[in-house]
């Protein structure tokens, strides 16, 4: 592409970005109490706003049936129900807004129509321990509450049942009667030779898990992830009748949550499926899914999880996907919580989700949750990669700011997201007091927030950063090996947190520390790496992307066909570093000596004379071997501040740069193997292009490089562009930046509160939670002041030295912008004339003073026992505020203190010639 049209395409998508890449938001409608008035003025406010479309999740009721109130909760499925939602639909696609929408009423998948033999199972195992030689017998009556699917009983050894002597005891469990009917379970007589043995079996408890915070009516069992009929069960009843209602394609995307399955580790044809998949029968070996059965036990850990993955992936989460695409519509997952091969689960999906749980305004890798699913796009083909943003993000809730989200939304997109889902929005009824209703995990983004009219501003970023990563394809060199089958050999019979115990296993610091050092990285799973890649010159090609080189880490077991993977990736000339020791295992207990064998022949043939290629656990020696072979793509020299991420467009090159600090930086950049001129496009602001101080250098590997000078202000981010062939001389060219010739301190600030009687007089403006009166006042206040401007300057910007959290300059009564988000810089040069002129800053706190307000705040007057209205129990209405509505996790009375509100220290006026 000729550059010139490279900068224009660039330019034209920062100005006008497709509307697709728009930001989303969780929608929460609670119990259904929604009508067509309050759905039309909400969907208003967010397209306004810049948000380009809902998810909405229907979730348990926050208030009682009131008719004064105009709230009635809509009874799951009934008429009403489809007649709303449809509605809904119908709506946003005549607003040009997505529409996706959550199966089922909260998470996870599940209904009151789902029977015990297609909902979630957990085993439990007993054991009991025995001395031979005797015949044993006992009547277990009472003694557990569920099913026993498979029994065996081995000797024991030193504490190991030694697997030559275990034999499946299953049809010794006969029923006792009480009158023809069943009431417990007998061991019927077992002989029992010398020694001591021990009598294992696994009980499928009676009692499963439930839907988490259900609508009305749609409370009931969750279903086995595992089963196909159970998936199909909850297909047919609560999904397909929406499809049937409103329409293929209605929908854009429907949603699965997070997998949080508590304790799901069995399924009904879970041995059936074992031995058909494994080859042999795992009754005799269950007591090594929880104690020591010897040698063997890793392995027959790592089948039966083996199984339990392929069974979620191909009963789950590939034809919930299926289902999706036959009805018109896209599935979009988060798959965080399986205890499957995660990246294959993600990938599962036609859009990939991550999430971000908990106060990311840092810049650290996720690897548990964003990370993972971005890994899965790459790997997959999987272009859009979403993730649900803002969970948690402050605590105690309420205290976030649009500039805190700022922080954190760059690095949701450092770590390789495109699309960003809000959590989120809570459909409120007009006429509530403030804060209205709250989604209890959430940031509070909806129209009854203070800074709501303010949002518009993170919204447009959000549109404009989407779009550019949304174009071409990732560029990353490295790849960071899965070991899942260490995972799954080291764990007990468990719903095992795939995600989570491979970042234990990795470690958190250590992937952030690989990725600070330059070498941003995606995961490599075992399918990826035997299914889809192909060796090339340097390493392998997966998708439209080279990884040249792969790090082991704390990997002790291999599948023998990866092991294979790894030595044709070094014979093409690609990079293998192991941390922590070379694989020496295999996994699965057929053929095992064989497996073995192989993997340790491969292992040894690729580090027969590449010793320096084996590195302990430490992420200095890590970072020195992976400089020793291959250069950063990106070295960047402030990297605890600043991140990136790399795009290839065609031949453009796109790199995302992201200061997630609260103070400025001025930073070197080197990008490997570029070379021409670069351009540096800003995410905010004028659309001009900015000058660089560029200069080509060598590395220290003898590979040519950019090396450009960035200053970037606190939470500033850019692009850094090189084009294909580009002269520098091509480009119009912003004004460098420059030093102000003139500093202006504003003195003798009035400050007020509209329609309140409380006032006050600062030198240098003071926060307003001081003046009393105002602890726990949560909205609008004004800070007034006067200036005379005697000789006009070609630039003047006001400068606040804190604020609390956004505002609206006005300069003799006109509106010269907002400020919400550090260095609290406005150019007001227009709007100011010679001789005297009023500034006024109308600024908004966060809704947390409000909250806590121990005269009112979030707390509400609890119901009498029976009320006159649904639901008639007063202490369910009583029950759900008091656990869904808390201030915060874990937070004390210390933390429930006013926060600072408004404007504090100097504010000045800034002028450039």
Request: with cysteine.
């Amino acid at each position: 592409m000729n550059t010139l049209h490279s900068l224009a395409k660039f330019k034209e998508i920062l100005k006008n970005p497709p509307l697709s890449s728009r930001g989303l938001t969780r929608w929460w409608w609670y119990g259904c109490a929604a009508t067509r008035k309050e759905i039309t003025r909400e969907l208003e406010y967010m397209k306004e706003a810049g948000l380009g479309g809902v998810e909405l999740q229907i979730l348990y009721p926050l208030s009682e049936d009131n008719k004064d109130k105009n709230i009635r909760n809509i009874p799951y499925f009934s008429p009403e129900f489809f007649d709303i939602i449809e509605f809904t639909a119908k709506k946003c696609r005549e607003m040009g807004m997505r529409f996706d929408f959550t199966l089922g009423s909260s998470w996870p998948y599940g209904g009151p129509f789902v029977p015990q033999e297609f909902a979630m199972q957990c085993a439990i195992p007993y054991q009991i321990d025995l001395k031979g030689p005797q015949v044993y017998s006992e009547d277990i009556t009472n003694q557990f509450v569920g099913d026993v699917v498979v029994a065996s009983i081995g000797k024991m050894e030193n504490s190991v049942m030694l697997p030559e002597t275990v034999r499946d005891i299953s049809d010794k469990f006969a029923d006792r009667h009480l009158f023809g009917w069943v009431w417990g379970k007998k061991i019927e007589p077992i002989e029992i030779p010398e020694g001591d043995w021990k009598l294992c079996f696994f009980v499928i408890h009676r009692y499963r898990q439930s839907v988490l915070k259900p609508a009305p009516g749609a409370e009931g069992l969750v279903i086995d992830h595992c089963s196909r009929e159970a998936l199909d069960c909850f297909l047919e009843n609560m999904a397909q009748p929406i499809v049937d209602r409103l329409g293929k394609g209605a929908i854009d995307s429907f949603f699965c949550d997070s997998i949080e399955c508590d304790g799901q580790n069995w399924s009904g044809k879970l041995l059936e499926e074992f031995e058909r998949r494994r080859g042999y029968d795992l009754g005799k070996y269950i007591y090594a899914l929880w104690g020591d059965m010897g040698e063997i036990t890793p392995h027959v850990r790592y089948d039966y999880f083996l199984t339990m993955s392929e069974m979620t992936l191909e009963n789950f989460f590939e034809p919930l996907t299926q289902w999706c695409n036959k009805n018109g519509s896209m599935s979009r997952i988060q798959a965080h919580g399986t205890w499957g091969d995660i990246l294959r689960a993600y990938a599962a999906a036609d859009q990939p989700e991550g999430e971000t749980f908990g106060d990311h305004r840092t810049l650290e890798c996720n690897s548990i949750h964003r990370r993972m699913a971005a890994s899965a796009g790459h790997l997959y083909g999987k272009n859009i990669i979403s993730n649900e943003t803002f969970t948690w993000l402050g605590n105690p809730r309420f205290t976030e700011t649009l500039e805190g989200m700022k922080a954190s939304v760059d690095g949701v997109f450092l770590d390789g997201i495109n699309q960003i889902v809000n959590h989120g929005y809570s459909l409120t009824h007009e006429g509530l007091d403030s804060p209205g209703w709250c989604f209890y995990a959430s940031s509070h983004i909806s129209h009854t927030n203070t800074w709501w009219p303010y949002y518009k501003h993170l919204g447009k970023y959000i549109h404009k950063v989407s779009a550019f990563l949304q174009l071409g394809n990732p560029h990353v060199e490295v790849g960071i090996y899965l070991p899942q089958a260490d995972v799954w050999a080291d764990n007990r019979l468990s719903d095992v947190h795939m995600a989570m115990r491979l970042e234990d296993r990795i470690g958190r610091e250590l992937a952030d520390g690989i990725n600070k050092a330059g070498y941003w990285f995606d995961y490599l799973n075992d399918h990826a790496l035997t299914e889809l890649a192909v060796p090339c010159q340097g390493g392998i090609r997966i998708q439209d992307n080279v990884y040249r080189v792969i790090l082991l880490i704390n990997c002790h077991r291999l599948p023998p066909e990866t092991a294979e993977t790894l030595e044709a990736f070094v014979e093409s000339g690609g990079i293998l570093i192991c941390v922590g020791g070379v694989p020496n295992d295999s996994c699965g207990l057929m053929n095992r000596g064989e497996r073995r064998s192989k993997v340790v022949s491969a292992m040894d043939r690729i580090f027969a004379d590449k010793k320096d290629r084996i590195v302990s656990y430490c992420q200095q020696e890590i970072v020195s071997a992976l400089r020793r072979e291959i250069d950063p793509d990106v070295d960047i020299e402030k990297s605890q501040k600043v991140g990136y991420v790399h795009r290839r467009d065609g031949n453009d090159h796109i790199y995302f740069i992201a200061n997630i600090s609260p103070e400025p930086v001025r930073t070197r950049i080197a990008f490997k193997d570029r070379t021409g001129g670069c351009f540096v496009l800003p995410t905010e602001g004028e659309e001009k292009l900015a000058p660089v101080d560029f200069k080509t250098s060598v590395s220290p590997l003898g590979r040519p490089r950019a090396e450009v000078v960035l200053d970037l202000e606190a939470y500033q981010s850019v692009f850094v562009i090189f084009p294909d062939g580009m002269d520098i001389s091509e480009t119009e060219l912003a004004p460098e930046r420059s030093s102000p010739v003139f500093v202006y301190q504003l003195k003798g600030w009035e400050f007020f509160v509209p329609g309140r009687e409380e006032k006050a007089f600062f030198q240098t403006p003071e926060t307003w939670e001081t003046i009393s009166g105002l602890e726990y006042y949560s909205g609008e206040g004004v800070y007034r002041t006067f200036f005379k401007y005697e000789k006009r300057y070609d630039r003047v910007c006001i400068r606040l030295q804190r604020l609390y959290c956004a505002a609206t300059v006005y300069i003799n009564g006109q509106d010269a912008g907002d400020i919400w988000k550090a260095p609290y810089v406005l150019d007001i040069t227009k709007y100011l004339r010679l001789g005297e002129n009023t500034i006024e800053l109308k600024v908004v706190n966060t809704l947390f003073n409000q909250v806590i307000n121990p005269e009112g705040g979030l707390k509400k007057q609890e119901l009498p026992v029976v009320i006159d209205e649904w639901p008639y129990f007063g202490n369910i209405m009583n029950n759900i505020y008091k656990d869904k509505q808390p201030i915060g996790i874990g937070c004390d009375d210390s933390e429930l203190v006013p926060m600072p509100s408004g404007i504090l220290g100097d504010v000045v006026l800034e002028m450039f010639d």
